[in-house]
């Protein structure tokens, strides 16, 4: 079996052999079996607290590169143009603790209807929709926000 145990910090002229497609609750265990996206079982054995992104490279015990890819899952995107609303916004999914991917004039957070209800109350356009999540890593956070988000919200 393949064990995944070091994140490689810069992708510059690394070619993967194979690429592993997470969702975001997945990308957050260090210690898991998986399987590969070519079907092959892998291990990742990556360093406690590690959160895996979208488009990050694996390198496996014999020099196998494997690229992450982040799932399309089921969340909920919140749509504003208005920035004081978007940062209100933030600020009361912040309280909550809620995962939250940010982006220009959306909010992004797995899907609770609750949420959604809260988040239109703030006066956000709220939809539920398959979309690739990426939330920030915290203000602790060792690296930093990944926006190269592959898919774009609609316009309100």
Avoid: W
């Amino acid at each position: 079996m393949l064990t995944l145990d070091h994140i490689l910090e810069s992708d510059a002229g690394i070619a993967s052999t194979d690429s592993l497609t997470l969702p975001f609750a997945l990308r957050q265990k260090s210690r898991q079996r998986v399987r590969l996206d070519s079907g092959r079982d892998a291990a990742i054995y990556t360093p406690r607290g590690s959160v895996l992104r979208g488009g990050q490279l694996l390198r496996a015990d014999n020099g196998e590169v494997v690229r992450v890819m982040a799932a399309r899952e089921t969340v909920s995107t919140g749509l504003t143009k208005d920035g004081l609303v978007l940062a209100r916004a933030a600020y009361h999914l912040g309280n909550r603790h809620v995962p939250l991917q940010v982006g220009p004039g959306f909010l992004r957070y797995q899907h609770d209807h609750v949420l959604d209800d809260m988040v239109r109350s703030l006066g956000l356009v709220v939809l539920c929709e398959h979309a690739e999540f990426e939330p920030e890593g915290g203000a602790y956070a060792h690296g930093h926000p990944h926006d190269h988000h592959h898919d774009h919200p609609h316009e309100p």
